[in-house]
């Protein structure tokens, strides 16, 4: 039985969907761009930990596009971060839906203005600013922004959004009659086929089975032919991906709908969800392999935590039962947004005489409705009640440090999903002196290389951080502020500038300050590039004052000051 917290979520949050006034027809947007839309992403793709939210639109491999407003409205928000959506900004329409434009180069003059005025006020360029209500006000098809590449962009384009203004839920863009060609159904790679408790099975055995599909003219069908042998409970899965016309990228796909001997059992649909919702794709999707292939396969199904609300139609779940002796048909009907369809058909066999065979079960289990502590020497990893997305089974050990490691080396096991963040602690009997507030927790990859840092707080010999995903974890301390080298002036956005590349090696900035002769000044930096930029503009004011000092910290305090003459 679903735990009641977790099923009052869910119904809270089915229910604020159900009442979302998506109606595409009642709307005229426009398109964001001049250029002819091709899309590099789409609505409801899988990324880590989330779900894509809009649309990324390619502008040509280059920054610089005009971006438009799609309605008349006014600017409701504006953000400028390191990472995520990097320059965004926001625009409520009287619809009843806000539009979004992200990863931006720059803004044009009249939210420029205002931005800039509010930094100054702050004294901070990274901001995030909500105007009144009409402030600045735009119409339909104003120039609002250049394109660019800020932010978690691992490219020049746009990301768009279209939200309902009063849940905050995105809605699928493409429902909106956007110019995008889609003639192409979408393909279906692999089945997964899940037995999902310790008397089910298949072909003999408890683990899941994987199967892969070959097109045959508009169907698809099993790569080797087969009939696949059930018993018991089980869950079905696939994979799939769709494509665009002009486009070679991989998107995600629009609805699944999975049928038994002709009836339909369960429903997926991408046509809005709650971001409250967004790490439930680690239920959604079968998380150990995809962390151990790269491989997406969706299940059609739903475990215990999930609470997505896209499943809009099953029968017990999705969870099918084989208990008698009979052959059967599984169908999948898979759509995009356009209505393309593509089909996958297998016949199965419930064999009540199957004799299952079942590997060593991983030593650790754990309660998905109860609080979990995973124990080894110097080590503790506790998940709270319903941070798992079902009952499982884990592993986790250790060995010794290796090159700058302040602690072992624990291993979590990766293709544990987690619904919450997990808090870690780690014994630090011999706390180096002077460097107690310098330790962080590192994650590596599975060849024990460096991948990023979390802080964290070290408390009497302890110390503790959250973690999101499993994996490898060891300790490490951090004892160099960031560099600041000053390069020779170049070109920004805003014109001739002066830059520098300031770089942190191990936890990334936390924060900087550029003061010309004592006074803050507006400075500009990109993660991607580790580039500070300065331009002259800003410094037209001040007199022609010389005396430039430059201050960066990071995220665990280490803190650097450089000093310059100005030369312009």
Same mark, same amino acid.
């Given at each position: 039985?679903?735990?009641?917290?977790?099923?009052?979520?869910?119904?809270?949050?089915?229910?604020?969907?159900?009442?979302?006034?998506?109606?595409?027809?009642?709307?005229?947007?426009?398109?964001?761009? %001049?250029?002819?839309?091709?899309?590099?992403?789409?609505?409801?793709?899988?990324?880590?930990?989330?779900?894509?939210?809009?649309?990324?639109?390619?502008?040509?491999?280059?920054?610089?596009?005009?971006?438009?407003?799609?309605?008349?409205?006014?600017?409701?928000?504006?953000?400028?971060?390191?990472?995520?959506?990097?320059?965004?900004?926001?625009?409520?329409?009287?619809?009843?839906?806000?539009?979004?434009?992200?990863?931006?180069?720059?803004?044009?003059?009249?939210?420029?203005?205002?931005?800039?005025?509010?930094?100054?006020?702050?004294?901070?360029?990274?901001?995030?600013?909500?105007?009144?209500?009409?402030?600045?006000?735009?119409?339909?098809?104003?120039?609002?922004?250049?394109?660019?590449?800020?932010?978690?962009?691992?490219?020049?384009?746009?990301?768009?959004?279209?939200?309902?203004?009063?849940?905050?839920?995105?809605?699928?863009?493409?429902?909106?009659?956007?110019?995008?060609?889609?003639?192409?159904?979408?393909?279906?790679?692999?089945?997964?086929?899940?037995?999902?408790?310790?008397?089910?099975?298949?072909?003999?055995?408890?683990?899941?089975?994987?199967?892969?599909?070959?097109?045959?003219?508009?169907?698809?069908?099993?790569?080797?032919?087969?009939?696949?042998?059930?018993?018991?409970?089980?869950?079905?899965?696939?994979?799939?991906? %769709?494509?665009?016309?002009?486009?070679?990228?991989?998107?995600?796909?629009?609805?699944?709908?999975?049928?038994?001997?002709?009836?339909?059992?369960?429903?997926?649909?991408?046509?809005?969800?709650?971001? %409250?919702?967004?790490?439930?794709?680690?239920?959604?999707?079968?998380?150990?392999?995809?962390?151990?292939?790269?491989?997406?396969?969706?299940?059609?199904?739903?475990?215990?935590?999930?609470?997505?609300?896209?499943?809009?139609?099953?029968?017990?779940?999705?969870?099918?039962?084989?208990?008698?002796?009979?052959?059967?048909?599984?169908?999948?009907?898979?759509? %995009?947004?356009?209505?393309?369809?593509?089909?996958?058909?297998?016949?199965?066999?419930?064999?009540?005489?199957?004799?299952?065979?079942?590997?060593?079960?991983?030593?650790?289990?754990?309660?998905?409705?109860?609080?979990?502590?995973?124990?080894?020497?110097?080590?503790?990893?506790?998940?709270?009640?319903?941070?798992?997305?079902?009952?499982?089974?884990?592993?986790?050990?250790?060995?010794?440090?290796?090159?700058?490691?302040?602690?072992?080396?624990?291993?979590?096991?990766?293709?544990?999903?987690?619904?919450?963040?997990?808090?870690?602690?780690?014994?630090?009997?011999?706390?180096?002196?002077?460097?107690?507030?310098?330790?962080?927790?590192?994650?590596?990859?599975?060849?024990?290389?460096?991948?990023?840092?979390?802080?964290?707080?070290?408390?009497?010999?302890?110390?503790?951080?959250?973690?999101?995903?499993?994996?490898?974890?060891?300790?490490?301390?951090?004892?160099?502020?960031?560099?600041?080298?000053?390069?020779?002036?170049?070109?920004?956005?805003?014109?001739?500038?002066?830059?520098?590349?300031?770089?942190?090696?191990?936890?990334?900035?936390?924060?900087?300050?550029?003061?010309?002769?004592?006074?803050?000044?507006?400075?500009?930096?990109?993660?991607?590039? +580790?580039?500070? +930029?300065?331009?002259?503009?800003?410094?037209?004011?001040?007199?022609?004052?010389?005396?430039?000092?430059?201050?960066?910290?990071?995220?665990?305090?280490?803190?650097?000051?450089?000093?310059?003459?100005?030369?312009?």
């Amino acid at each position: 039985m679903m735990h009641k917290s977790c099923l009052f979520l869910l119904l809270v949050t089915q229910s604020f969907l159900s009442d979302a006034q998506i109606h595409p027809d009642s709307t005229n947007f426009r398109a964001p761009v %001049d250029i002819p839309m091709y899309l590099a992403g789409n609505f409801g793709e899988i990324r880590a930990n989330h779900f894509h939210a809009g649309l990324d639109i390619k502008t040509q491999g280059r920054e610089g596009h005009s971006v438009r407003a799609v309605e008349e409205g006014f600017v409701s928000r504006i953000k400028i971060a390191l990472g995520g959506y990097g320059k965004v900004v926001y625009i409520d329409h009287p619809n009843g839906y806000t539009s979004v434009y992200a990863h931006l180069q720059s803004f044009d003059d009249k939210i420029n203005s205002y931005l800039r005025k509010k930094q100054y006020e702050q004294e901070e360029f990274l901001v995030e600013l909500f105007p009144e209500n009409g402030e600045i006000q735009v119409k339909k098809g104003e120039l609002i922004a250049l394109s660019g590449n800020t932010g978690g962009s691992g490219g020049p384009h746009l990301h768009f959004e279209l939200r309902e203004t009063e849940s905050e839920f995105p809605v699928n863009p493409l429902l909106f009659g956007f110019n995008i060609r889609d003639s192409i159904a979408p393909r279906l790679l692999r089945i997964g086929v899940y037995p999902l408790n310790e008397v089910s099975g298949v072909n003999s055995k408890s683990s899941p089975l994987y199967l892969s599909l070959r097109r045959v003219g508009t169907k698809y069908v099993l790569e080797d032919a087969q009939v696949v042998k059930l018993k018991g409970k089980i869950g079905f899965g696939i994979e799939a991906r %769709d494509y665009l016309n002009g486009s070679s990228n991989r998107n995600g796909i629009y609805s699944i709908e999975l049928e038994k001997d002709g009836k339909s059992v369960f429903q997926h649909e991408m046509r809005s969800f709650s971001f %409250d919702e967004s790490i439930c794709i680690n239920s959604h999707v079968d998380y150990p392999y995809w962390q151990q292939s790269g491989k997406r396969v969706q299940r059609c199904y739903r475990q215990q935590g999930n609470t997505l609300s896209t499943y809009k139609h099953s029968i017990n779940d999705g969870q099918l039962f084989f208990l008698d002796s009979l052959p059967h048909q599984i169908r999948f009907r898979v759509k %995009d947004s356009y209505g393309n369809e593509s089909e996958a058909t297998i016949e199965v066999q419930s064999d009540q005489e199957m004799l299952i065979s079942s590997p060593s079960p991983k030593a650790i289990a754990l309660t998905w409705q109860s609080v979990n502590e995973l124990e080894i020497e110097g080590f503790c990893m506790k998940i709270d009640s319903l941070g798992l997305f079902e009952d499982a089974r884990t592993s986790l050990d250790s060995r010794p440090a290796i090159g700058r490691a302040q602690s072992p080396i624990y291993s979590i096991d990766a293709g544990l999903a987690l619904a919450k963040y997990a808090h870690v602690f780690i014994d630090v009997p011999n706390v180096k002196a002077g460097y107690e507030d310098k330790y962080f927790l590192a994650r590596l990859s599975s060849n024990m290389s460096f991948k990023g840092g979390i802080t964290g707080e070290l408390i009497d010999g302890t110390f503790s951080a959250d973690i999101k995903k499993t994996g490898n974890y060891t300790l490490m301390i951090d004892s160099v502020g960031p560099s600041i080298q000053k390069l020779s002036d170049g070109n920004s956005p805003q014109g001739k500038s002066i830059r520098f590349l300031m770089k942190d090696k191990l936890n990334g900035l936390e924060g900087w300050r550029v003061e010309v002769h004592g006074k803050w000044v507006l400075s500009e930096y990109d993660r991607k590039s +580790s580039l500070l +930029s300065l331009a002259y503009i800003e410094l037209n004011a001040l007199n022609r004052e010389r005396k430039l000092r430059v201050w960066a910290a990071d995220e665990v305090g280490n803190e650097t000051e450089v000093s310059f003459s100005l030369n312009y």
